[in-house]
């Protein structure tokens, strides 16, 4: 059996759960890196961009924040997202 796709919903529910962010906003930019390493020639679903801000970064280094957020997405990057950009807000 297939895993589900890989989408921005899929990956905002699960930081919510996770991270309760105050801010978040969760980008598919896998269109802009077609041909690329990682990319699975559907244009969505391998390559993201996630803007947080959460109280659970608060007195953390910018590694440590990182950490959290791959952390919770673990089972997206172990089912094939192959990039991920955080900027921590």
Do not use: C, K, W
């Not at 007195?59 to 440590?64: D, L, N, P, T």
């Amino acid at each position: 059996m297939n895993p589900s796709p890989i989408t921005t919903e899929a990956l905002t529910q699960r930081l919510q759960q996770v991270l309760q962010p105050t801010r978040l906003e969760v980008l598919d930019e896998s269109a802009a890196h077609a041909g690329h390493a990682g990319a699975n020639g559907t244009g969505a679903g391998t390559h993201f961009r996630v803007r947080i801000a959460s109280a659970g970064f608060a007195g953390r280094s910018r590694v440590a924040q990182h950490r959290l957020v791959y952390d919770a997405l673990q089972e997206f990057i172990d089912q094939g997202l192959h990039a991920l950009a955080i900027e921590v807000l």
